[in-house]
């Protein structure tokens, strides 16, 4: 099982940028797709972008589509979420996961393993 540690959130001003990263130790991190995902308070986890074993297909929901970028570095063992032109409504606890599969997918029950999430917090 591979162990994912989030870091990089904080409290960041509407139109602001943050970047989250997650290590993971463990098994080999370069053999499975790798997802972000967010959970408000009230609301369920959903995805926020995934990324397949190489790097080299994305996918996000719509509402962060031209503000974020998911990517890994599969050398340093490391997932990041470039976060641009934040808002108010994208304040929640991020979370990153691994699923046993390669190829992307954004269906949160592909997904078996979890960090303890990082909370964002967008307000003035």
């Known amino acids: 099982q591979v162990r994912l540690v989030e870091s990089g959130g904080g409290l960041v001003q509407p139109g602001g940028s943050l970047r989250l990263s997650c290590a993971a130790s463990?098994?080999?991190?370069?053999?499975?797709?790798m997802g972000w995902f967010r959970q408000a308070p009230g609301k369920e986890r959903e995805v926020v972008a995934a990324?397949?074993?190489?790097?080299?297909?994305?996918a996000y929901v719509g509402s962060v589509t031209g503000r974020f970028t998911i990517s890994r570095d599969n050398e340093k063992n490391t997932l990041f979420l470039q976060m641009n032109s934040l808002k108010p409504e994208d304040t929640a606890v991020y979370y990153c996961?691994?699923?046993?599969?390669?190829?992307?997918?954004?269906?949160?029950?592909?997904?078996?393993?979890w960090g303890q999430g990082t909370q964002v917090t967008v307000s003035s």
């Open positions: 990324v397949n074993w190489s790097g080299g297909d994305t």
């Open positions: 463990g098994r080999t991190f370069s053999d499975t797709a």
């Open positions: 996961a691994t699923t046993p599969e390669q190829v992307l997918t954004t269906a949160i029950d592909d997904y078996d393993n």
